[in-house]
């Protein structure tokens, strides 16, 4: 019994221990480690009954994999009895139960290696685990271990967005390598947008003859290209042959991964009206527009008959091409006033008994969904195409947060989880200051590694509509294939491991730890990969006793060595190596980096502390904040801690149509020459500076007089997301001071928020 229960301690200790020796992402079911190693030889042999092409063209993937990372190419035999020094590969008969179709179970011993599954999907991932071993150690070695893995999920996605900006096919063979290397199987193409259309249809060659290209305008940023375009501009785009696209999705076949087409509508269409007009409600000419359109009000015309007709011709097309079980029809973001002043649009609700124009995007969408179920194939859209009901064989996008899958999912949908809190990696995923421009947000490594796709209010039962989950890949502001890579490396890796190991064998530290092999990975493949999990930040913590600031610095590295400075200096190995958190007593900036194996993983975040004479200082506000942005609490305004240009950052306070304004109690009459307000502007997310700002001073709390005001000089329409200080530079002498911060009355003309109230965020009040 004794003997039994050490054994049983030692497979325990056995399992816990893999992440360390194996290094894999993502991690595996089940491992058992053992002493010893199976080296890889000159004389070692892939032993494989290939009889079939499927078979043959996994065979010659294994070749690849090996060759890649061994530099050579082993030869391949017929099994036989003698497995010593070999690779065996072997189909399951009869089949393995639990591991699936995608399962793999592998036995590495120091005489030989055994993989089995019940497809060649299934030996494909465990080929792509033997790649992983080999590239964690010197590329011939692979340590003793038992394995036994399947996925958690079914659907393990990456999407691309080709329309903002199109990106050549030997890219797309990249990204499908990506996907399959992180044992993902869905390649969302997403062909179709306002910005260009992708994908050749014989039917109408004006598709991409006119609907693929727009004005070139790469000096602008994306939202200030707009109307009107000359027709004799340079012009930008691209789009795939359909001969482009049989290859791709050949190859994606190959590597067990299914390519999805996304061919919009109603909405998100301006390159496919740019050619055929005729289809909109108006049959006005537009141009394809050279960057961001909203609200997207240009759409396809619901009530004519014609426009039917040209969406099933097209859908015929795609088809052809794509061979997946699910086509995706968009259906998100369609501004209906068209709708609503179109005759047809008016007549086919009556027609139809249609009570509003959200009912006939419903009949819209079911009557795309009739024709694609006659041809054999299933409709998923985004979550928007719940709105008025679906057949229960349409599958859901849930990318507005969690509540549209859990409403789809309980009315009997399946679901692919794509919110944007966690999956939309065209958000930063570091600070916005060290990272190329985003589209907004924050999302970073450690997050998206702690994503949880099933949501706590379904039911087992309604739980199993949940079919997995999909990253998203937006690139308005990804020009080219590299920009790509930065922005989904690493974040896929975090998703895989969400998608494909059991829930409960999360581990953050663990997964952390083993990232520093996929890094290696990244390396020897030539990845463009972001290190924004090596940034350092800063959390600052208000000393009211001793009107300082205590700083603690971290990052989402493991067991990073970091050094700082906190003079503004740029940090290097000689600098303080960071130990505990220290205090900082006078005005001045902290830079802080991670050196790892003697280098520096990433640019120094630099954090201004500013010690002033309001600091720790009593502040009553005349209007509360917004409950969502309060900052750090009562100090917030006067804690010496300047904001980022991220308004999720934590140390900004948000009014949302009114003003700050706020009185500073400086517990005594002092003097000073300045006083500063930091504020922000993000047009994107409606936050807007101030009009102006006015300083007052006053001895008791009653009579005030005023000392100036400055004006705000930036226009509400750029949209460049930044931030400013507006410093009134006089002399006065006071116990209170009080600033009023205007909020702008609303948002600009052309704005999506035209007319409603928009935001004030401001960080820091400065007197000096």
């Not at 290209?213 to 027709?231: G, M, Q, T």
């Not at 709105?387 to 409403?407: C, N, Q, V, Y």
Request: charged share 25%; with cysteine.
């Amino acid at each position: 019994m004794m003997r039994l229960f050490i054994s049983i301690l030692a497979m325990i200790i056995s399992v816990g221990t893999f992440a360390q020796s194996a290094n894999m992402v993502p991690k595996p079911v089940s491992v058992v480690t053992s002493e010893g190693e199976f080296k890889i030889t000159n004389n070692t042999k892939v032993l494989f009954n290939a009889t079939n092409d499927i078979e043959k063209q996994f065979a010659d993937l294994t070749s690849d994999i090996l060759k890649n990372a061994t530099g050579n190419a082993p030869k391949f035999a017929e099994p036989t009895s003698n497995k010593k020094g070999n690779i065996l590969i072997q189909l399951n008969n009869p089949l393995h139960t639990k591991i699936g179709n995608e399962g793999y179970t592998l036995s590495i011993q120091p005489n030989h290696v055994f993989l089995n599954a019940n497809t060649t999907a299934g030996l494909f991932y465990g080929m792509q685990s033997i790649w992983q071993l080999l590239t964690a150690n010197e590329g011939t070695t692979l340590p003793c271990m038992e394995i036994t893995d399947y996925p958690r999920f079914g659907w393990r996605s990456l999407h691309l967005d080709v329309s903002r900006h199109f990106m050549p096919v030997e890219f797309i063979y990249k990204y499908i390598d990506y996907i399959a290397m992180h044992k993902m199987n869905v390649f969302h193409w997403h062909l179709v947008d306002d910005q260009g259309w992708r994908i050749e249809i014989k039917k109408y060659p004006k598709l991409t003859e006119i609907g693929a290209w727009r004005a070139d305008r790469a000096h602008l940023d994306w939202n200030s290209r707009k109307e009107p375009v000359k027709e004799n501009e340079p012009k930008y785009g691209g789009f795939y042959s359909q001969e482009d696209a049989k290859a791709i999705v050949e190859y994606a076949r190959k590597k067990h991964v299914t390519v999805i087409p996304e061919i919009e509508m109603p909405a998100h269409v301006m390159s496919a009206l740019a050619a055929y007009p005729e289809f909109s409600c108006t049959g006005e000419y537009k141009p394809v527009p050279p960057g961001g359109v909203w609200p997207i009000t240009h759409i396809f015309c619901a009530g004519k008959e014609e426009t039917f007709n040209f969406l099933e011709d097209i859908l015929t097309e795609v088809m052809v091409l794509f061979p997946s079980t699910y086509i995706h029809i968009g259906g998100d973001e369609a501004t209906k006033t068209e709708w609503e002043k179109c005759a047809l649009c008016q007549k086919r609700m009556s027609n139809e008994g249609l009570k509003d124009e959200h009912e006939l995007q419903a009949y819209f969408i079911k009557r795309i969904e009739k024709f694609l179920n006659k041809n054999g194939r299933q409709l998923i859209g985004w979550d928007e195409i719940l709105e008025g009901g679906l057949d229960p064989t349409a599958t859901i996008m849930s990318w507005r947060g969690t509540d549209p899958g859990i409403r789809a999912a309980k009315a009997g949908h399946d679901v692919v989880m794509s919110p944007t809190s966690h999956c939309y990696f065209d958000y930063y995923q570091g600070n916005p200051s060290l990272e190329p421009k985003a589209f907004g947000g924050n999302i970073t490594l450690k997050k998206v590694y702690h994503y949880e796709p099933v949501p706590e209010e379904l039911s087992p039962q309604e739980a199993e509509h949940i079919i997995g989950a999909q990253a998203n890949i937006w690139t308005e502001y990804m020009p080219n294939g590299r920009h790509v890579e930065y922005m989904i490396m690493p974040r896929m890796s975090a998703l895989s491991e969400v998608l494909w190991s059991p829930k409960e064998a999360k581990d953050w530290g663990d997964f952390s730890k083993r990232m520093k092999s996929q890094y290696q990975r990244f390396d020897k493949l030539g990845i463009n990969y972001a290190t924004s999990a090596f940034q350092v930040s800063a959390k600052p913590e208000l000393d009211t006793e001793n009107k300082a600031v205590k700083v603690s610095l971290s990052t989402d590295a493991w067991n990073p060595d970091i050094f700082y400075t906190i003079d503004g200096s740029e940090p290097n190995a000689q600098s303080n190596k960071y130990t505990q958190a220290f205090s900082i007593t006078k005005s001045g900036t902290v830079k802080a980096v991670v050196i790892q194996d003697g280098k520096q993983k990433s640019q120094p975040l630099a954090t201004d502390f500013i010690i002033h004479k309001a600091i720790a200082c009593k502040v009553n506000q005349k209007y509360p904040n917004s409950k969502s942005y309060e900052s750090s609490g009562e100090f917030a305004l006067v804690n010496g801690i300047k904001g980022s240009k991220d308004h999720h950052d934590g140390n900004w306070k948000g009014f949302n149509g009114k003003d700050l304004v706020a009185t500073i109690d400086l517990e005594q009459s002092q003097s000073f020459s300045k006083v500063s307000t930091g504020v922000l502007q993000d047009n994107g997310a409606w936050i807007f500076y101030p009009t102006h700002v006015t300083v007052e001073v006053s001895e008791d709390g009653q009579n005030y007089k005023k000392l100036g005001t400055v004006k705000n000089k930036v226009s509400a329409k750029d949209g460049e997301r930044q931030t400013q200080e507006l410093v009134l530079n006089k002399k006065g002498k006071g116990r209170y001071v009080r600033v009023t911060a205007a909020h702008l009355t609303s948002c600009p003309k052309g704005h999506a928020g035209e007319g409603k109230p928009g935001w004030l965020f401001v960080d820091e009040i400065i007197v000096e």
